[in-house]
């Protein structure tokens, strides 16, 4: 089966600098990403995803890059601010049922004042 | 229009008792996906449901977990003699349909298993 991993587990930032999370997957036949964002006492939700006939994808702060050579893609969030700071969760899957998602461990991003 | 609903938020229960939890999907939702979430871990995936079928429990331990999604009612899954090992948070997520990239997910249930 599918197998996702996630770097780095957490990451600190001072606001207004950059965050990049990185994840890599094994199954070739995967073809959505979504990436989740968890804050705490809440479920996860969507902040966006990517398909893997597209290799950038861009909303307003937050970009997700797609390698389908090297099988792996990554959370880029730029000028941080303090409600960044959550855990963050990579996905693949194979095909459109998203409850069948594969998730990486998460990173906990910290963003400093 | 109400999210999805999980309850109780937390549930306390000795080894050996038996956990219920609860999950109410999204008005118009008609598929439902269980995932168990341990300490500092991602969220893997357990059973998907529609109404009154299991679809794919691939996920499930073998042995005393189950779950079910009625006609009428909240999906439930049911965890017997629970152990230690048993504690985690416990998500729900839920789609109007398998060909819908985007699962909803509910607060989770922690529960804890003293």
């Known amino acids: 089966g599918e197998n996702v991993e996630q770097h780095p587990s957490t990451l600190s930032v001072q606001e207004g600098d950059s965050a990049v999370i990185k994840c890599t997957y094994s199954d070739s036949a995967s073809n959505y990403f979504p990436w989740y964002k968890q804050e705490l006492g809440k479920g996860p939700q969507l902040i966006i995803d990517?398909?893997?006939?597209?290799g950038e994808k861009k909303d307003q702060r937050i970009a997700v890059t797609l390698n389908k050579t090297a099988k792996h893609f990554s959370l880029h969030i730029t000028e941080t601010q303090p409600e960044d700071s959550a855990v963050y969760f990579c996905?693949?899957?194979?095909?459109?049922?998203?409850?069948?998602?594969?998730f990486g461990d998460g990173t906990t991003l910290t963003v400093k004042p | 229009n109400a999210g999805v609903m999980q309850n109780p938020r937390h549930l306390v229960r000795r080894r050996g008792q038996e956990a219920r939890l609860r999950c109410s999907p999204m008005k118009g939702h008609s598929h439902v996906y269980w995932y168990r979430q341990l300490p500092e871990e991602g969220l893997k995936f357990m059973v998907y449901?529609?109404?009154?079928?299991?679809?794919?429990e691939s996920g499930m331990p073998k042995e005393r977990f189950s779950a079910e999604f009625p006609k009428e009612g909240p999906s439930i899954l049911r965890i017997q003699q629970v152990v230690r090992g048993d504690s985690a948070a416990y998500f729900c997520?839920?789609?109007?349909?398998?060909?819908?990239?985007?699962?909803?997910f509910g607060q989770g249930t922690r529960l804890t298993v003293v």
């Open positions: 449901l529609q109404k009154e079928n299991i679809i794919d």
């Open positions: 996905a693949a899957l194979m095909g459109t049922n998203a409850g069948k998602s594969t």
């Open positions: 997520a839920s789609s109007p349909s398998p060909a819908n990239t985007e699962a909803f």
């Open positions: 990517i398909r893997s006939n597209v």
